[in-house]
């Protein structure tokens, strides 16, 4: 395998360092904590490991909002501890992604307390500053987390543009200054020995020329930026300078996070022999089951039809088959638990077979896996039925406006959405052992835990053999040993294109084939898939084979 594409058949482990474990007892996961886990990592066998924002923040966003680069925030820990993590991290033969977040900074970011202090300040073009139009904002762009995405500045009597939270100012990349600044605080950190980025929002950094007005459509506040935005025109012109000066001179792994792109655009932004990014995280089959009210979005409680996940995975898998590279996952920080969404935890056994059979699913296909927190054990949405237990400022910005702002929905309604896709059920605490705070503190969590801590848990996990870890555990470990997996062709079985229940793909090189057969549903169905006689089952969820009778939520892949 080339150097240069070293990362291919590695395995993403993602941490949320606020949620996984407290060292201090102050309720809030910190880096010695995660120095405690490492050994943990390591027997789940995974390559690298992708933290959350550690940096100097307010963190009105959790550490989204960077008021330094070049600091821990203390909460976390020190850079003293950073470099026990990344030491103890190398020692074990693992790498370390940071995240990099440089679309906006905090507000409270030097060179935003510079930028809004006059028109003439030598940081005034950092960012985004507009006049206003007839007293109102520049255009009619909504911000992601509800709101204009214009906040008016009365020092100067200017707009500035943030298309997150009004604390995390968008940067004026079209300045050079800009990128430059960034650049050389990716080399200090590729220097202390940080093996790659994950870098936010990294499509949103080129502005459409002039900030035109978007189309409203009825219900919607304002104009949709998700649609405005991404992929702006310099974006590709800004990545390769970004790899001339930085990714080129180290031995790296980069990440874009990259909302609305297709097929099309990811070979662009990670044409396996460009000059810009690794691979990028597409969300297209994160947005199936959202609602079709363009003023709601992601606020929905539908199940994503197997035909619309098996069609949309399979594009994926064959378009950048050859030209770049997938980045894998069901769940992220961003999103809720892939056990509730796209599986079933509705008993103990749908839950363990139906988590193990999406990762099958995924860990099959052909690119980079990502495993976010919680989910090699299973763990599940948090469960929450009030208001006040989400502390995420997206869910709370977005009852507050369609609920009692503009009435598009009651209360309860969007209660169960929020129980459905809210952010806060990916950031409760790591579920450690059935204690008080289940072993992720001795001090009540900044959120709450999820109420199933007691029966789903690490160390019940470990003491399972059948348990969601060791099947995670055994995936990764073929990903490392079985070459078809990480470079076979990727075809569907045949006669699979329109099955509503089984989704059935054949992985594929010279000398061996796959065939990974997965039931959906809970019902019990009856497919014939052909394989030799001389076919091995390599991986299964179930302890029997029954051939062409198939189980609720089985998982079987055959080696040939
Ligand atoms: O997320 C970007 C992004 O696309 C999200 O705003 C997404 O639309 C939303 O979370 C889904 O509901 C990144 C980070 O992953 C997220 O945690 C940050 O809040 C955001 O950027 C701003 O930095
Ligand atoms: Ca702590």
Redesign the pocket.
């Known amino acids: 395998m080339k150097n240069t594409h070293w990362w291919k058949n590695a395995v993403v482990y993602q941490i949320y360092p606020k949620s996984f474990q407290d060292s201090n007892g102050d309720g809030i996961g910190d880096l010695r904590g995660i120095i405690s886990r490492l050994d943990y990592l390591q027997k789940l066998g995974v390559d690298i490991i992708w933290l959350?924002p550690i940096y100097e923040s307010p963190q009105v966003?959790?550490g989204?909002?960077i008021s330094n680069y070049q600091a821990i925030n203390p909460t976390l820990g020190t850079m003293a501890d950073f470099t026990a993590l990344l030491d103890g991290l190398h020692q074990r033969g693992m790498k370390l992604v940071m995240?990099l977040?440089v679309?906006?900074t905090s507000d409270q970011h030097p060179w935003f307390l510079e930028s809004r202090k006059s028109k003439d300040n030598p940081y005034r073009d950092f960012y985004i500053w507009r006049d206003g139009r007839a007293g109102q904002a520049p255009n009619n762009w909504g911000s992601?987390?509800s709101g204009p995405a214009w906040k008016y500045d009365s020092k100067t009597g200017q707009y500035y543009l943030h298309?997150?939270?009004p604390e995390?100012p968008d940067l004026n990349w079209e300045n050079p200054q800009v990128r430059q600044r960034v650049f050389d605080m990716m080399n200090w950190w590729a220097d202390k020995g940080v093996d790659g980025f994950r870098m936010?929002?990294i499509n949103?950094i080129s502005k459409p020329a002039g900030l035109p007005d978007g189309p409203q459509r009825a219900d919607e506040k304002y104009a949709n930026v998700?649609e405005l935005v991404p992929n702006g025109p310099r974006v590709h012109e800004y990545l390769r300078e970004m790899n001339r000066q930085v990714m080129s001179k180290h031995k790296m792994i980069t990440v874009g996070?990259t909302?609305n792109v297709t097929p099309a655009d990811a070979k662009k932004y990670a044409d396996l022999h460009n000059q810009e990014l690794n691979m990028v995280f597409q969300?297209e089959h994160?947005n199936l089951d959202a609602n079709p009210n363009p003023a709601l979005?992601?606020w929905n409680d539908q199940k994503t039809s197997l035909a619309d996940l098996r069609d949309n995975l399979t594009k994926w898998q064959v378009e950048l088959a050859g030209q770049a590279w997938n980045a894998l996952y069901w769940n992220?920080?961003?999103?809720p638990r892939v056990v509730s969404r796209f599986g079933d935890d509705s008993t103990e056994d749908y839950r363990v077979k139906s988590a193990k059979m999406l990762a099958t699913m995924t860990h099959f296909m052909q690119g980079t896996p990502y495993i976010y927190e919680g989910e090699e054990i299973g763990m599940t949405n948090a469960g929450f039925t009030k208001l006040g237990d989400y502390v995420d400022?997206?869910s709370r910005n977005a009852y507050h406006q369609l609920v009692e702002e503009q009435h598009l929905l009651d209360g309860l309604t969007m209660l169960k959405y929020l129980a459905m896709?809210s952010?806060d059920n990916a950031r409760t605490p790591m579920q450690w052992n059935d204690q008080r705070y289940a072993g992720f503190s001795t001090h009540q969590p900044w959120e709450k835990l999820a109420g199933n801590y007691r029966q789903i848990n690490v160390a019940q996990a470990l003491a399972d053999s059948n348990s969601v870890f060791y099947y995670y555990q055994k995936l990764i470990k073929l990903r490392h040993t079985l070459p078809v997996i990480t470079d076979g062709r990727y075809a569907l079985a045949t006669g699979n294109d329109s099955d509503e229940q089984i989704f059935a793909y054949t992985r594929q090189d010279k000398e061996t084939s796959l065939l990974v057969i997965l039931n959906y549903t809970a019902q019990t169905v009856s497919r014939h898939y052909a394989v030799p006689d001389t076919a091995k089952l390599l991986i299964s969820n179930y302890a029997d084979d029954q051939g062409d009778t198939i189980r609720p939520y089985e998982a079987k892949v055959y080696q040939y």
């Open positions: 959350n966003d959790n989204y909002d995240d977040v679309n906006h992601y987390f298309l997150f939270a995390q936010d929002v949103l998700e996070e909302p969300f994160m979005t992601k992220n920080h961003d999103q400022l997206e896709h952010r």
